[in-house]
């Protein structure tokens, strides 16, 4: 059950070394909070990066060059990530106000609500699932402790070898209830794999949960899996994920998404889509800022499994 968290390129990588790309997921989460006009959420995500690149976000001439770069390589994937953060924590703490007893990160990485909502947790006793590889969790483990001076006791670090693994086993000898109602937060990872591993997530999730679970997860368009959306960032983000070994594999066009998920046992909540994205998140960047603008490809979907 956990073979649909990444694809099998990243397991492979994952599994024997730390991920890379969790670093960078951190890094522009740490530089969208230092943007003026708009403070991204994410204070803690500085503290996971390497003193190199705390010194790019530190240093504001270099933080603007490279965020050119980021958006010259893939345009429209900065906002995104701004975007996903802001989303993702208003669900936490929705589903906390409503009743959630668990909090289970797919691919945790260096998310940091765990540590940024560690007072909402313990006042609605929860308890948060950070799932991953091995060399990734112990890497971070290392740095909580660093940053914290000891693992916090709502946190449970569950580390997943995704070639051997059983995701429920795993979780389950940390503690994780299958009866309990959990938010799921599965971000960056449905384009990268077959619909096979997507429909087993889903599963995993409707089956191995409490009632009133639900998951929030964001997810690319059909147009650009098959190589016909021509919109903004799609053909460069296309070809740079390709030239990276990790091309898009899946996607759901907007008409689909209803369908596909009453079909897997859920109820769609709410789609936030790039201009919801944009009115939301983006009113007060900077006007014709290339990083801050979003591509119409994209969208964040909340799930909610049916009784």
């Given amino acids: 059950m956990c073979a649909g968290l990444y694809s099998i390129a990243e397991r492979h990588r994952m599994t024997k070394k730390a991920s ?12 969208m909070h230092r943007e ?29 060059k490279a965020l050119k770069l980021y958006a010259k390589l893939m345009p429209g994937a900065y906002a995104l990530v701004g975007a996903r953060t ?41 308890r948060v699932f950070e799932v991953d590889a091995p060399a990734t969790s112990q890497l971070k483990q290392a740095k909580v402790k660093h940053l914290f001076g000891s693992l916090p006791p709502e946190v449970a670090y569950v580390q997943v070898d ?34 096979s591993a997507v429909e087993l997530v889903l599963r995993f999730v409707r089956e191995r949960s409490g009632p009133a679970s639900a998951i929030i997860f964001d997810h690319i368009h059909r147009g650009i899996v098959e190589g016909r959306d021509t919109s903004f960032g799609a053909q460069q983000q296309r070809r740079y994920v390709q030239s990276k070994g990790e091309p898009f ?35 007060q960047a900077p006007k014709d800022s290339e990083p801050h603008r979003l ?8 799930a909610r499994a049916k009784g």
């Avoid at 803690?44 to 010194?55: E, R, T």
């Fill in 20 to 31: 890379r790309t969790a670093e960078l997921a951190a890094l522009a989460r740490a530089s």
């Fill in 36 to 64: 003026p006009a708009l403070r991204g959420p994410d204070h803690v995500a500085i503290h996971f990066l390497s003193a190199p690149l705390k010194l790019l976000v530190s240093l504001e001439p270099l933080r603007r």
């Fill in 249 to 283: 594999v899946f996607g759901l066009d907007p008409e689909e998404l209803p369908g596909f998920l009453e079909q897997h046992g859920f109820g769609l909540e709410e789609v936030i889509n790039a201009d919801a994205m944009a009115a939301r998140y983006f009113a």
């Fill in 295 to 302: 591509t119409s490809f994209c969208a964040i979907a909340v």
């Fill in 86 to 126: 802001w989303a993702i924590d208003d669900f936490v703490q929705r589903e906390l106000q409503g009743g959630a007893q668990q909090v289970v990160v797919l691919g945790a990485g260096y998310d940091t609500r765990a540590y940024r909502f560690a007072e909402t947790l313990r006042a609605a006793a929860a």
């Fill in 162 to 195: 995704f070639e051997r693994d059983s995701l429920e086993e795993r979780l389950t000898q940390a503690g994780y209830s299958t009866s309990a109602r959990t938010a799921f937060l599965w971000e960056g990872v449905t384009y990268y794999l077959q619909q």
